[in-house]
């Protein structure tokens, strides 16, 4: 089974501090690649209400589900990789494929018939080292809307966070709460309905 845990900070940004942070780490465009995710829940968000997210994210013409659960420190991720066929059959029907993830799933007696496809969100990411971790800015679109991220991901919380908030005070970027791609589609989503 394919797991590990992540840790990560997050801050939203606006489009001009998305320009800024291009430019300061030299992340050219073809740095740049698109992956989308594919999120799934039930009807009465069971998953949402756990604090956990199910996804199906396209990188590279490849397929992985992954599910998010949370920790004291960071999420639990339990990844497994999908076929084609089976990405599709989860997308169009909510069939959870056997492995990891349905085991985990089922462990969280989460009901596995009522799953649902809520739609997908598309994003353009740069990835690059930085200070002892991994940064990470995203560009999403999703639902007539689109935001910018960044994104540290870093073994060790106390070292990260400091990290972090030095890279954004020296370039003069507030922080931001920032909700993960999951509960921004999902508010996008339900606003509008």
Known sequence: MSQEIEIEFKNMLTKEEFTLLKDYLNLSESMFHTQENHYFDTSNFCL??????????????????????????????????????DAEKMMQHGIIIEGPVKDQLSRLNIPLDKLEYFGSLTTSRAEKNYDGGLIVLDHSSYLNKEDYELEYEVEDFETGQKRF??????????????????????HEKYRNE
């Open 48 to 85: 949402k209400e756990l604090g956990c997210a199910l996804r199906i994210r396209m990188k590279n013409n490849k397929y992985e589900v992954t599910l998010k659960e949370p920790l004291e420190t960071g999420l639990l991720e339990t990844n497994q990789q999908l076929n084609t066929k």
């Open 165 to 186: 908030h030095h890279l954004l005070k020296k370039l003069n970027i507030p922080i931001r709460k920032s909700d993960n791609k999951i509960q921004r589609f999902y």
